[in-house]
């Protein structure tokens, strides 16, 4: 099954735009799905299993990295919003 994924950080600090920048550039690392970053949230598409786990994967990254931050996501099964 195919998912697509709208989602948005946002850190719980002052300086915001490292983590930020630093979840969208480990999120277009990874192999498997298609990303289109906009001004307000980054847009994943791809297999279902391979999405939910580069989300899991990535926020732990982020967590650990750059601490606490609230992601907010939309997920769309079954339809591929990036060709």
Same mark, same amino acid.
């Given at each position: 099954m195919k998912l697509s994924v709208e989602i948005s950080m946002y850190p719980f600090n002052g300086d915001y735009i490292p983590p930020i920048k630093g979840f969208i550039d480990w999120l277009n690392q990874q192999e498997g799905i298609l990303i289109q970053t906009v001004p307000t949230c980054t847009i994943i598409t791809g297999d279902y299993d391979r999405v939910m786990d580069i989300?899991?994967?990535?926020?732990?990254?982020? =967590? %650990?990295?750059?601490?606490?931050?609230?992601?907010?996501?939309?997920?769309?099964?079954? =339809? %591929?919003?990036?060709?």
């Open positions: 989300l899991r994967d990535g926020m732990k990254y982020s =967590y %650990e990295k750059y601490g606490k931050a609230v992601f907010v996501t939309k997920f769309l099964p079954n =339809y %591929e919003a990036l060709n």
